[in-house]
């Protein structure tokens, strides 16, 4: 989703800071969205990443950026634990080495891009998460991203590539249907109300989260590509901007801009497992060094809803 | 090291915890030492375990408890990058899937005690370092650590073993001839005025670093066997107790015990490289995870020298 996004808007501009967009690589399991506009160079290829050799072949054109969302959500990489594993780890250890493997013997050294997850994180959790506090992730998919976060590391204290990993706050409104993921009803009791459809809500007002729309997620995305990274040091992750906020906020957020009609169509229906997974979840972070880097989020909930009206609903609420 | 001095004690006891040591599997990249005098079935093999099935048909005697203290140091690692990784990392990583495999279809669930180091940890790091602190090591081979442990948390979490990682403080003083690792001074400019040698101090009097002797790390790893790790929770790993001590109280405490005539023996060599590195190392833990589940290290460096004096030396000082 995020990548679909990131695509169209540099199809859009055609420019990523100061450079110009020459030519795009789109790699996915699905056959990626065609941009019959863009006036530079496109390929797009069905991937899988974790067969080898796929990764250098797609290095082999050495983009100076290579954007890394995949893979394989939490539920999918919990009830498969080999393909988790697979994609989410391997297939990225694959890109990796790559890129390692093709400016070897020159000065190649793309910029590498990689999406991480506020999923490395776990309970016991302090009601604000600072950025040097340890990863303890729950799920096979956050061991995942906190090993790939590692890897990142240390491949570009190597100086195999200069790469940044961002741990994402839960991207909220997300547009389209629900995927396999546990925080699917963020979304989704806004998203639903605003275009006048039922909602279920399984769990209780005052649980908290950490959140940005989808286009702060773009934003971070293309600044990340853009900015001047000596100043991370060896530390290559970041946790990224957002805003905390429980489930009544949303909810109060929800009923200033959709009205009393859009709170009626919540539908409270509570799940004791999904409960006890987002109960789990980091609520509040704090985010310092992103900041200092000039990351930025939206500061409430209704932003958040008025983003999703603006690049979503064509600014019209049902 | 850790290995055969383990393996001397549970072959001397016989025991491990309420448990008679029926049998004993010694696996290395070199000939594992004979143990005539051992009264229970061993089995000695020389295997590299990032060999694809070497785990398998290791694991196929399913030993209760699996002691994984592998491998490749630090030196070497970052001096070969491929080897680190393949060692100690998919080394690593076959033995965690070879029991998940081997328990697939039954209840076998083994106790793995893994290895790991406070290597784990790169600057820039507080005075003490908290159970809760990032993981952000600056070398392949800390990078490796905390990878396994991310792994070890997750095997166990999904409940294909019962796993526990620890940081073993850096082990002093080390017995027999210095290994590639960077913090071997630590080790030398106590073991060789000890036995009337000259040693050489490349760094000042004030590195401050954290430090357990070999008798308490295979005082840990037989706990670790022993200890039910309910409490642990979903956190597997533990940094470990351990001395707090700058190169200046490592040679007030060989003065004490050696003499002016031991101290004399330190020829000091300033050495930039080996004091950048060591300079990035953590000084001081605060490991109230492992004391409150009984793990004790030495409480002076006194304490430290007089276990080499008695285990290496017969007691005896030159």
């Not at 995949?70 to 919990?78: D, I, K, L, Q």
């Amino acid at each position: 989703m995020l990548g679909r996004k990131l695509t169209g808007r540099l199809v859009g501009e055609g420019r990523l800071g100061n450079a110009d967009v020459r030519a795009l690589t789109l790699a996915d399991v699905l056959e990626p969205a065609a941009y019959p506009h863009f006036r530079g160079e496109i390929t797009r290829k069905i991937v899988d990443l974790s067969v080898p050799g796929t990764a250098l072949e797609l290095v082999a054109s050495r983009p100076d950026v290579i954007f890394h969302l995949a893979a394989v959500v939490s539920g999918e990489a919990e009830a498969d634990f080999s393909k988790g594993y697979r994609t989410n780890l391997d297939g990225t250890r694959l890109l990796f080495e790559a890129i390692r493997q093709t400016g070897a013997n020159d000065s190649y050294h793309p910029r590498v891009i990689f999406a991480s997850s506020i999923a490395v994180f776990g309970e016991p959790l302090p009601d604000v998460i600072s950025d040097n506090f340890v990863c303890t992730p729950l799920t096979s998919y956050g061991t995942q991203k906190a090993i790939c976060e590692l890897l990142l590391a240390d491949y570009s204290r190597r100086g195999f590539f200069d790469g940044i990993g961002m741990r994402l706050p839960t991207i909220c409104i997300r547009p389209g249907l629900p995927n396999r993921a546990a925080s699917g009803f963020f979304s989704s009791i806004l998203r639903e109300p605003l275009v006048g459809l039922e909602a279920v809500l399984p769990v209780s007002d005052d649980v908290r989260h950490w959140f940005a729309s989808p286009r702060a997620g773009v934003g971070f995305l293309v600044h990340a590509a853009c900015i001047d990274l000596t100043s991370l040091g060896t530390r290559r992750t970041l946790s990224l901007p957002g805003v905390s906020a429980t489930v009544g906020d949303q909810l109060a957020a929800l009923r200033r801009i959709g009205g009393d009609k859009a709170l009626r169509l919540i539908r409270r229906e509570p799940d004791e497992t999904i409960k006890r997974i987002v109960e789990n979840w980091p609520r509040t972070l704090d985010p310092k060094r992103a900041l200092a880097l000039g990351f930025r989020a939206e500061s409430s909930f209704d932003e958040i809803i008025r983003a999703h009206i603006e690049d979503e609903l064509g600014g019209v609420v049902a």
